[in-house]
């Protein structure tokens, strides 16, 4: 069992910054893919990025390519969202999945974190 704990949501304006970090404890979680997804008020779970075990692929949805950072540390057994240049449609739950999916962008991740809110105002 794996258990995923996200922090670092909260308010932020419009072009800022924000770190999202989630820690994982649990048989095995290093040796997992990790990615984040979020689900904004009545929309579907959408992947955001992910990152291989070994940390050394990554992957990301287009919308935020060039503003998001997904990384690991393999030692402290925690990934990372860094968040540049955000926009008011960035506001969702963000949550963290770990997992052995074929295909690294599905939801087909086997552990789920309980989520972090980001509200980004304009």
């Known amino acids: 069992q794996v258990q995923l704990v996200e922090s670092g949501g909260r308010l932020v304006q419009a072009g800022g910054s924000l770190r999202l970090s989630c820690a994982a404890s649990?048989?095995?979680?290093?040796?997992?893919?990790m990615a984040w997804f979020r689900q904004a008020p009545g929309k579907e779970r959408e992947f955001v990025a992910a990152?291989?075990?070994?940390?050394?692929?990554?992957y990301y949805t287009d919308s935020v390519k060039g503003r998001f950072t997904i990384s690991r540390d393999s030692a402290k057994n925690t990934v990372y969202l860094q968040m540049n240049s955000l926009k008011p449609e960035d506001t969702a739950v963000y949550y963290c999945?770990?997992?052995?999916?074929?295909?690294?962008?599905?939801?087909?991740?086997?552990?789920w974190g309980q989520g972090t809110q980001v509200t980004v105002s304009s």
């Open positions: 999945a770990a997992g052995d999916p074929k295909e690294l962008t599905t939801t087909l991740y086997d552990y």
């Open positions: 649990g048989r095995a979680s290093s040796r997992y893919a």
């Open positions: 990152v291989s075990w070994t940390g050394s692929r990554t």
